[in-house]
């Protein structure tokens, strides 16, 4: 793929999935857990995708299915 960057790509899913996981915890912590689940989803979203991002070479899906998009690997 041109110019398709991997590893800035993949950086860039772990990076705001780190950050997810912070505001995850805090929500957590102050006992929010409705939203510190659904943070949680998207924290795992973002580290699929960035699986997927340097496994298959490819952007990943827009797709928020977590199923649907484990099942890409």
Not at 3 to 29: A, G, P, Q, R
Not at 46 to 51: D, E, M, Q, R, W
Request: charged share 30%; glycine share 2%.
């Amino acid at each position: 793929m041109d110019n398709f960057e991997v590893e800035k790509i993949f950086k860039h899913w772990i990076d705001s999935s780190d950050k997810d996981f912070e505001t995850m915890i805090h929500l957590f912590e102050s006992k929010d857990y409705h939203w510190s689940l659904f943070i949680g989803h998207i924290v795992i979203e973002k580290l699929i995708k960035a699986s997927i991002v340097r496994t298959k070479n490819d952007h990943a899906p827009f797709s928020h299915d977590l199923s649907k998009i484990g099942k890409l690997f």
